[in-house]
Structures are given as C-alpha cells and as structure tokens.
C-alpha cells in the first residue's frame, strides 16, 4: 500500500510539472517576435547616419540570424539624462517592449551637470524599466572631444555605469571599449559615429542581445533564463523521486518472495 501512494503521488506530480512546462513553453512563444526599444540621445537616434543609425541595422542583424525581432528607435537629440526620465514612462507605456537598451548620459557632460545627476537619472530609468517588467540593458557612453570628454567619459561615467550595472543585477553592453581603438575611423564629427561606427555599434548589441532572443521571438533575457534553470531543477527533482519510489518497490516485494521460497525448500 505505502508503494502504491508513492507510485500514485510520483504520477500525479509528473503530470502536473509537464503540464505546467507545456504552460510555460506556449506562454512564451511570443506572435510577432521580441520587441526591443533603443533608448538614448543622439547616437541613438541616428544623428548623421543615412540609414537611420544602429537600431535598425540591429534589427537587420538580428532577423537575418533567422530570429523575429522589432528594434524601436527612441532616440531624441540632445537629450539629457532628466529629459530621460520625463519621457521614458509614455515611451514604456506605449511600446509593449522586453527589453530597452539605454545608452545616455553624453550631453550631461557637455552641459556641466555633476556625475551624481547623472547615476541617479539612469537609477530612475532601470526602476522605471523594471516596475513595467522591460529587461534594462545598460551601455557604456562612446568616445567624445567635447567639454573634456576625452578624460571624463572613460575615467569616470563609464566606470559609474559599469558599476551601476553591477549593483541592479543587469547586463551591461560595454560599447565604449569595443569601439575605442577604431574610433578615428569611425566618427563623423568626434562625437557621432558615421555609418560605418553605426554598424559597428549594432553588431556589439547584438553579440549580447540577439543572444537574448531565439529562433522563435521569445525574448530569453536572465529572468527567463532563471525561470528555466527552476524547471530543470525541478524535472531532476521529479527523477531522483522516481528512483527512490522504484527502491521502495523492490524492498517491500522482494523480501516476501525469497521467504516463500525458502519455506517451500
């Protein structure tokens, strides 16, 4: 009897877990692929680009790898970190997004805010993000000539980015060192990329979100991630149980057997 509970409890449980796995498995297929906002300033917009800048080309590397997916441009010229803060909820309000990419904090230099300002704009964009359930992916700030950004962009804002990355838990897309050595030939003006600096921009994305994203649409980004790791723990969970109840099994019949057997000797 007491097998019996086990083997019934074993099988109720394996029914159940599969069935929530096949839940979670359809619930995630998303219809029109993953939807990805590019958030920033300037270099997000595409200033001086002729092809509108790295968010659609984003977009085209990412699809060409046979994977569903729609990048927003959301990017305002000139824009500071606090006009940030004043549009990013009608921006994540409005676009029903898995992840937002922001890249921002440029022309706070330029204007001669203080780097404190700065951290706490970016702070108030990922609690913004992560309150509408939106991945935030942080990048790092691309090289500039102006108001002694040549010194302040790697020295100090990129080092307060890294960091601030580090203390939410977000992934970080470090744009600026990947760039930094072909600058010179991939600058407009010694702050805008030209096309080339664009494309460049789009296939560092891309090297971590396109890995985000699968061959389906389903935006694969660490919480969903961890979701899966919790599902193999899980099924493991499920056939460790298993083997204890096949044990059970053999103990309890096997001993009656060998007895009736001696006796009949």
């Not at 159940?16 to 917009?45: C, K, M, Q, R």
């Not at 009608?90 to 921002?104: H, R, S």
């Not at 193999?232 to 044990?247: C, D, P, S």
Request: charged share 20%; hydrophobic share 40%.
């Amino acid at each position: 009897m007491h097998c019996s509970r086990i083997q019934s409890t074993l099988k109720h449980s394996c029914h159940y877990l599969l069935v929530l796995l096949i839940t979670h498995a359809l619930a995630a297929v998303p219809a029109l692929g993953a939807n990805i906002i590019a958030f920033g300033d300037s270099i997000t917009s595409g200033t001086g680009s002729k092809t509108g800048g790295y968010p659609p080309r984003l977009q085209q590397i990412i699809e060409r790898s046979g994977k569903p997916c729609t990048v927003y441009n959301q990017g305002v010229p000139s824009e500071r970190t606090y006009q940030g803060i004043e549009r990013i909820d009608e921006v994540l309000n409005t676009i029903p997004a898995d992840a937002i990419l922001i890249m921002e904090g440029t022309n706070d230099i330029r204007s001669g805010y203080p780097i404190q300002t700065t951290r706490l704009n970016l702070q108030l964009m990922i609690d913004k993000a992560k309150a509408k359930g939106v991945e935030p992916i942080l990048a790092t700030l691309t090289p500039s000539n102006q108001a002694n950004s040549e010194f302040l962009i790697p020295k100090l804002y990129n080092p307060m980015i890294r960091k601030l990355a580090k203390d939410n838990n977000i992934t970080l897309v470090d744009q600026f060192t990947a760039i930094e050595k072909k600058w010179p030939a991939l600058n407009l003006d010694g702050i805008h990329p030209n096309d080339d600096g664009y494309f460049y921009l789009a296939e560092t994305w891309n090297k971590t979100v396109g890995e985000m994203i699968s061959p389906t649409g389903n935006f694969t980004g660490p919480k969903t991630l961890s979701l899966q790791l919790l599902l193999v723990i899980m099924l493991l969970f499920i056939t460790f149980f298993a083997t204890i109840g096949k044990k059970v099994k053999n103990r309890s019949y096997s001993p009656p057997l060998l007895k009736h057997i001696g006796r009949n000797r």
